[in-house]
């Protein structure tokens, strides 16, 4: 398995607050994704990292912000949580090494109140 | 439009029972495809991918999958499904070079039967 762990695992917060997920990996693959997943809409694509301090929007982007300040390391930011971001966020790490296939971590479960 | 379908939401088989999961994409460059599978509470396992050459794909777990250009389509199988195999299923497209772009389908959940 892909050296990926995400942090925390499970987590509850009351909507308005600020909430930072993390992405760690051990691979030194240049990519990292952030995701979404919610029943019927499979999993969504929120923003990606090419880089150390590169990174781009995804599909559903509004209201997360990222960073990535070192390879192994890319953070997911809720500025304010709301109700409709209670989800589980995956974050993926894929690299020219892997032909692009896309490792997936264990997944964040997010509930906001 | 770039995009993905599996038009089965939920399908139940018997241990022991083939099985086809159907895929089809939508892409206007070269596809990459994939299949992953998550059972419950876990994160996402690559069960196999077709990036050229044979278009029969064999991948973990006693799976294969078909790449039919002409049908746009990406079928995964197995002939004889275990227990162990109920899990939700996730056909994905992307292409080379583009890795931001991988489109999920919404993924079909697989119920085995004793």
């Known amino acids: 398995d892909a050296g990926i762990t995400q942090s925390p695992r499970h987590k509850v917060t009351e909507t308005g607050t600020p909430v930072t997920l993390r992405c760690h990996q051990t691979?030194?693959?240049?990519?990292m994704y952030w995701y979404r997943q919610d029943p019927g809409h499979g999993l969504r694509l929120i923003h990606y990292s090419y880089g150390v301090k590169d990174t781009d929007k995804g599909e559903v982007s509004d209201g997360y912000s990222v960073s990535r300040s070192k390879t192994e390391d890319f953070l997911l930011t809720l500025e304010s949580a709301t109700s409709s971001q209670t989800s589980v966020y995956f974050c993926a790490i894929s690299d020219s090494s892997s032909q692009e296939t896309q490792y997936f971590g264990p997944g964040t479960r997010l509930l906001v109140l | 439009a770039q995009s993905v379908t599996q038009p089965d939401i939920h399908i139940t088989v018997s241990e022991g029972a083939s099985l086809e999961l159907r895929c089809n994409y939508s892409y206007g460059a070269t596809p990459y495809l994939f299949w992953y599978v998550q059972s419950p509470g876990q994160g996402l396992q690559l069960l196999l991918k077709y990036f050229s050459g044979d278009t029969l794909v064999q991948g973990i777990k006693g799976f294969e999958a078909e790449f039919k250009r002409s049908q746009s389509s990406f079928n995964l199988r197995k002939p004889s499904v275990h227990w162990s195999d109920a899990a939700e299923y996730f056909c994905a497209v992307g292409a080379r070079y583009n890795t931001d772009k991988l489109i999920f389908g919404t993924g079909t959940r697989l119920q085995v039967f004793p």
């Open positions: 691979e030194n693959h240049r990519y």
